[in-house]
């Protein structure tokens, strides 16, 4: 007798449900993805400026935010190496780039292009006869243990034995991503954190930013986090860019996944950068101290004590952030390295959704069988990519997570055993 193919299907064509497309067809499914936005992988054209940083070298739970065992048993199941074969059975060939302040390897398609990454992928459902249908937006969904799902849509009703829900977060909503399934993950009754921006510019009003917008440089970063009776402290290094209402950066990127939660506690918020880190206060007093001599001896304008440390930009602004009389070598030198270590910046608002690469938030993990995927209250049904209450940090982390619970959930939808199950 031969084997009947289950049917799945997807909703939300990102990252996460095309991964889930190939991997349940790849395993006998026929598969249906349903997207509510004119085309697929929109947000996936994105990632990486561009140019689809899909993964990293050291993909490991310490670079995830959320339920860290969750975390482990994913990256068990689809780590570096399975994402790395992955993507070259589509014919995509792993470059690694090394940043000189990152031991990590940020992972890209040869050609540099996330257009390349987004076409492999759907070149690959194609020669699956996997139906995809764009512009279709789920308007109810009935489920009963014996018929399976129904989805009804703009377009029509779709009949599946498994649902996976790949529905993304509220990130970039110009590239499709809202709420507007959300009430239907409650109706399954899953517990759902609200969704916060993350991995997005931090916000300052400071009038410093408008002088130095444009300028780059490699910073200790610092957010400084105080409330009534504590001070909580969270710190990256990296490259920083100032523009005129904020820092960005990989850095700062990092940090701004905390800022919603305290800014909703009402706390006040602080970004401390340090522009010279690989001095230690001490060492940079006694160069000054130096330079200093000779810019008195030789008549240099004042901003010439930072000539080839810092960018021009931020020499001036620093020399003008000097509240110390110049003719008071002592007190001037010890304010500038004061100015230089702990350049501070009074956070002013919370991240925009429209800014924010991911969100933390979503579906709670407790309730997700972290080998399948799958819901432990409705069978069947599952969850991946960023509908799940894990974030992950700047280098091609989210995206792993996307396709790794995508490729998981779509073998088990299809009915197939997990490795380690």
Avoid at 91 to 105: A, E
Avoid at 106 to 129: C, D, H, I, M, Q
Avoid at 197 to 206: G, R, W, Y
Wanted: glycine fraction near 8%.
């Amino acid at each position: 007798m031969s084997k009947i193919n289950k049917k799945v299907l997807i909703i939300g064509a990102g990252a996460a449900g095309l991964a889930a497309g190939i991997s349940a067809a790849a395993n006998g499914a026929e598969v249906c993805i349903i997207e509510h936005s004119e085309k697929a992988g929109t947000k996936l054209l994105m990632t990486g400026n561009g140019h689809c940083n899909y993964t990293n070298t050291d993909v490991s739970p310490k670079h995830y935010h959320g339920d860290g065992i969750f975390v482990r048993e994913v990256l068990n199941n689809f780590g570096y190496e399975d994402c790395i074969n992955f993507f070259r059975s589509l014919l995509i060939m792993p470059k690694i780039k090394k940043y000189s302040y990152d031991d990590t390897g940020y992972v890209y398609p040869w050609s540099g292009e996330a257009t390349s990454v987004r076409n492999a992928l759907l070149e690959k459902l194609n020669s699956l006869n996997v139906k995809l249908y764009t512009n279709t937006k789920p308007e109810e969904i009935i489920f009963s243990e014996n018929e399976g799902f129904t989805v009804k849509t703009s377009k029509g009703s779709y009949k599946a034995d498994s649902l996976i829900v790949a529905t993304g977060s509220n990130a970039y909503p110009k590239t499709g991503s809202d709420s507007s399934f959300y009430r239907f993950i409650k109706d399954f009754g899953h517990n759902f954190y609200t969704f916060m921006p993350a991995l997005s510019m931090i916000k300052s009003n400071d009038a410093l930013l408008k002088e130095i917008k444009g300028v780059r440089v490699e910073a200790d970063v610092k957010l400084m986090v105080y409330s009534d009776n504590d001070m909580m402290m969270y710190d990256e290094r990296g490259e920083v860019q100032f523009n005129e209402n904020g820092i960005s950066g990989i850095p700062v990127m990092q940090l701004s996944r905390y800022v919603p939660i305290f800014l909703q506690r009402r706390y006040s918020l602080w970004l401390t950068i340090s522009l010279l880190p690989k001095l230690s206060s001490d060492e940079l007093y006694e160069l000054l101290k130096d330079r200093y001599k000779i810019v008195k001896e030789n008549g240099y304008p004042e901003y010439m004590m930072l000539s080839g440390l810092i960018p021009e930009k931020l020499q001036r602004a620093l020399i003008e952030e000097c509240k110390i009389d110049f003719e008071l070598e002592d007190e001037y030198i010890k304010e500038l390295v004061k100015n230089i270590k702990e350049l501070k910046f009074e956070v002013s608002k919370a991240p925009s959704f429209d800014q924010a690469q991911v969100c933390s938030g979503g579906v709670d993990t407790f309730e997700i069988d972290q080998l399948t995927m799958e819901s432990k209250l409705v069978k069947n049904l599952y969850f991946v990519g960023e509908v799940l209450n894990i974030d992950g940090n700047c280098g091609g982390y989210n995206l792993h997570f996307a396709f790794a619970t995508g490729y998981i959930a779509g073998r088990a939808a299809a009915g197939m055993e997990n490795k380690d199950k």
